[in-house]
């Protein structure tokens, strides 16, 4: 009687509402399930069809193909949501990994003892191996016929979570001081990442496809090379101006708030207009 909106892609609302548990059990579940979300927005899974739309010329021509490549190694009784967990989970572990050598964000400024190379080694690898396992439970879950609007939600929602993690880890690579990031900064960009998740899942909710945001591709494979970027030319190597006055934390916060606001804020616009 485990509910299945929680453990299960393959599991339909249907086969829910039709379960062999006692009615009590049944009610329980029922309820627990409306905790997340409304009886109304529950029925309407059955109607649900999922509809994506991905113009970004890195995911079509890089990355899709590499996952179609990856996703072939996979053994088909992998459940798609373990795979979308585990990748979560990896982006967790970065997060606890930098709390622990990096837990006040200075160890980037000038005159402390900074993160090890090895740590920025891993950071990279696993960012991007969470990315990769993100673009591949979809795959896995069409491969074995069992995509359904539930793992569509759990996929979703622990993106909303992932938002953070990834945010606030690439955050130890500048951290505070003269030539980093204040934490008010980080504290907006943060929110301007989340607008940013919210505007996609809004334009969906009005237009009934989602439109697949350029800058999340482009934005993980990025910090992934920069992790990795770091651990061979350390932290110094951030302090000195990209140009005239401008410092790469200058570079790395006018690219977030820039897309979001040139880029995303007005292609949703228009897509719901149209």
Not at 46 to 67: E, G, I, Q
Not at 104 to 128: M, R
Not at 131 to 140: A, M
Request: charged share 10%; proline share 5%; glycine share 6%.
């Amino acid at each position: 009687c485990a509910p299945p909106l929680y453990y299960g892609r393959d599991v339909t609302v249907r086969q829910l509402r039709s379960s062999p548990c006692p009615p009590a059990a049944a009610a329980a579940i029922m309820s627990r399930c409306w905790e997340y979300i409304t009886a109304e927005q529950l029925s309407g899974f059955d109607r649900y069809k999922y509809s994506a739309v991905d113009t970004n010329p890195l995911s079509l021509y890089v990355m899709h193909p590499f996952w179609n490549s990856i996703v072939k190694f996979f053994p088909r009784w992998l459940a798609p949501n373990l795979i979308t967990f585990s990748g979560f989970l990896l982006l967790v572990f970065n997060f606890f990994m930098m709390a622990y050598f990096d837990p006040d964000f200075y160890a980037s400024a000038a005159g402390h003892v900074h993160v090890p190379s090895w740590v920025w080694i891993v950071a990279g690898i696993l960012n991007f191996t969470a990315y990769t396992l993100d673009g591949v439970d979809g795959k896995q879950a069409r491969r074995t016929n069992s995509s359904t609007p539930l793992g569509e939600l759990f996929d979703h929602g622990l993106d909303s979570w992932a938002c953070i993690y990834f945010v606030v880890t690439v955050y130890s690579i500048f951290g505070r001081g003269e030539t980093g990031v204040s934490v008010l900064v980080l504290y907006a960009l943060l929110w301007v990442v989340l607008f940013s998740f919210i505007l996609s899942h809004w334009e969906k909710y009005n237009t009934g496809i989602l439109f697949l945001p350029w800058g999340y591709d482009l934005s993980q494979v990025t910090i992934s090379g920069v992790y990795l970027v770091t651990a061979v030319v350390g932290v110094e190597a951030w302090y000195k101006p990209l140009a005239y006055n401008i410092l790469y934390r200058d570079l790395f916060t006018t690219l977030i708030v820039g897309c979001a606001l040139t880029v995303t804020l007005p292609m949703s616009l228009y897509n719901v207009y149209k």
